[in-house]
């Protein structure tokens, strides 16, 4: 208010102590638009548009759809299409008071990888293996991922896929006799470095070879604090960095720090052991994955592996927005020259101050992403709207880092 149609341009009502603040408020009406889309590659309009508002309200039409009334103004939108033949994404809309409003939105093909998971022995089909696509040579596997699911025949078709170059992660079904793996360019590995890479052009549908699962072996071990000598009762080991409530690549700890993962394939694996009061470091120790000591797992076969994990530098800060008031945002911290996710925060106190342990010493980037009500920024440290123009900071190997934060209204890409 008064009159505005997002959080970040709204006016603010001063409340005094003891008075009443009289605020008056003329409401808008909602009315609707329609919307277009045009493929990116051919300039084509595209058939099977959708617009996704909550779950009452996700109207599909062919070539153009009427989106249901909202508040006039711009307004943001998620956009695909019935059958996935586009990548999808945000638009934003200008609502007319009159219903009049048009938007046309640049829609990009999407890609498909086609393949077969089979049996590495004797080549027999096998059903519900998943595949997920992974940027080339990162080794971050996504929160949530897609489930693109081998069925009775091994068939599978990895849809939605942006131009690129990709690797594949391939997980079995749960209580399958087979392991996970990165699909290698002639049979599965542990290594990601190690992956086939499948390179992509929008629109493309690319065949890549059977995907040959082997036996799963397990991994078990103790994590324990090295200052302590104690267990870690709180954390997880992942094949790579989480940041959701629940683990998609890994397990928790139990109260005496043990894990188990009984799904992994007969390779050796770096493993990423994340633990409350101590640095994310991967097997080895090592604050980088390409630095791991490789876990090897043999098929049908249990692996003993114990830590204990360092614990690191302890980096804290405040969080500003700015006009210099507190914020509750999120960090994400970054080795500056590989790009790896080192060390994040989970959670952070109302008063804007932020704690969080990394293994030094080393140069790094600081993201952060601030949510407020109905909008998302992001930015890196010191006053970066881009990656490129992030400021490094140089980790000690030891001790204490302050390091207090600004945020921006940057918004989300």
Not at 4 to 13: D, E, I, L, M, N
Not at 275 to 297: E, Y
Not at 392 to 402: A, D, I, M, N
């Given at each position: ?106 829609l ?8 077969r ?18 940027p ?8 949530n ?15 939605l ?28 590995t ?21 995907i ?24 997880a080991v ?46 080895g ?14 098929a ?28 509750v945002a ?10 790896e ?8 106190d ?54 207090d934060?600004a ?7």
């Amino acid at each position: 208010m008064p009159g505005r149609t997002s959080w970040a341009q709204a006016g603010t009502v001063r409340v005094s102590a003891g008075d009443t603040t009289e605020v008056s408020e003329r409401l808008l009406a909602p009315s609707g638009s329609t919307l277009r889309a045009r493929d990116a590659v051919t300039g084509a309009a595209v058939d099977g548009l959708c617009v996704f508002l909550d779950p009452r309200r996700n109207p599909c039409g062919d070539t153009r759809v009427t989106v249901p009334p909202l508040i006039p103004g711009p307004q943001e939108v998620w956009v695909y299409t019935r059958d996935d033949t586009h990548l999808p994404r945000y638009a934003t809309v200008n609502v007319l008071a009159d219903g009049s409003g048009t938007a046309v939105v640049v829609l990009t093909p999407a890609a498909n990888v086609v393949s077969r998971v089979v049996d590495a022995a004797t080549g027999a089909p096998v059903a519900g293996a998943c595949v997920t696509p992974v940027p080339a040579g990162t080794g971050e596997l996504p929160d949530n991922p897609g489930r693109y699911c081998s069925d009775a025949s091994g068939n599978v078709r990895v849809g939605l896929v942006a131009a690129g170059s990709w690797n594949l992660f391939a997980r079995p079904a749960g209580g399958s006799a087979y392991g996970a793996q990165w699909v290698g360019a002639t049979g599965g590995t542990g290594d990601a470095k190690q992956a086939r890479v499948v390179t992509l052009r929008a629109g493309q549908t690319v065949t890549v070879p059977p995907i040959r699962l082997d036996r799963a072996g397990v991994v078990t071990g103790t994590v324990t604090s090295a200052a302590t000598g104690r267990p870690a009762t709180s954390g997880a080991v992942t094949l790579a960095p989480e940041s959701g409530f629940f683990l998609d690549w890994g397990v928790k700890l139990d109260a005496q720090g043990r894990y188990r993962i009984d799904w992994l394939g007969p390779y050796a694996w770096p493993l990423l052991f994340t633990t409350a009061d101590n640095a994310a470091q991967w097997s080895g120790g090592f604050a980088l994955r390409g630095k791991a000591v490789p876990v090897t797992v043999r098929a049908g076969a249990t692996t003993v592996y114990n830590l204990a994990v360092r614990r690191g530098v302890l980096v804290t800060g405040r969080l500003v927005d700015p006009e210099g008031r507190p914020v509750v945002a999120e960090l994400t911290v970054r080795n500056a020259r590989t790009r790896e996710v080192i060390g994040y925060t989970l959670d952070l106190d109302r008063d804007g101050e932020y704690a969080l342990r990394v293994l030094g010493p080393q140069p790094v980037t600081v993201a952060w992403l601030w949510t407020p009500p109905y909008v998302l920024y992001a930015g890196w440290y010191d006053g970066a709207a881009r990656p490129a123009d992030a400021t490094e900071v140089t980790l000690p190997g030891t001790g204490t880092l302050r390091l207090d934060v600004a945020v921006d209204r940057f918004p989300a890409a």
